[in-house]
């Protein structure tokens, strides 16, 4: 009786030891959250990245490289949106773009509509003209493109107009080349 009691005592403390799952180390937690803040940091979404850097550093305060890396991120938030959103845009198949002398405004317009509806709202680029001598303003387009990204598309215009288009934050902005 004796030992049949010992046994249940310990198949208890067996099963209570194996229902405790012991919380994973800090170190290897905050290195997985410090690598879904650099993939965050790739995908152009700074808001992510920083949230985990920050909680990295709450699971080990010591972890140099989510340290080093939010500072950067503070300093670099703008840029990394701004790769993000050309990333975002570039991914856009555009099936038929078809332009017949039309102004840049025209085509950026047509260019607009058409990545807005294939990418089913999910990207609305917003394109500025910054052009004070209207230098761009006589330039005609006239394009005939099937299944090409959305980037490729702009550069066409880009080539045909004599501008340039960068990436920021928050628009497209489109200047006339450096004559």
Known sequence: ????????????LV????????APPAAPQAEVLYRQGLAAE?????????????AALKA????????????QLKLNAGSISAKGREAKFG???????????????????ALQVIVEKQSK???????IIQDPKKELAEA??????????????IQYLMEQSGAKARY????????????
Do not use: C
């Open 140 to 153: 005609k387009i006239t394009l005939n493109l099937k299944s090409m990204p959305a980037k490729a598309v």
């Open 1 to 12: 009786m004796k030992s049949i009691l010992s046994l249940i005592v310990a198949a208890t």
């Open 15 to 22: 099963a209570q030891a194996s229902a405790q799952t012991p």
């Open 168 to 179: 920021d934050e928050h628009a497209i902005v489109i200047t006339p080349l450096p004559k």
């Open 60 to 71: 080990d305060p010591k972890h140099a490289n989510a340290r080093y890396s939010l500072g």
């Open 91 to 109: 991914a856009v198949m555009i099936p038929v773009f078809n332009l017949d002398a039309a102004t840049l405004q025209e085509a950026l317009d």
């Open 42 to 54: 790739k995908a152009g979404d700074p808001a992510a990245a920083q949230k985990a850097y920050v």
């Open 121 to 127: 709202k999910e990207v609305t680029p917003n394109f």
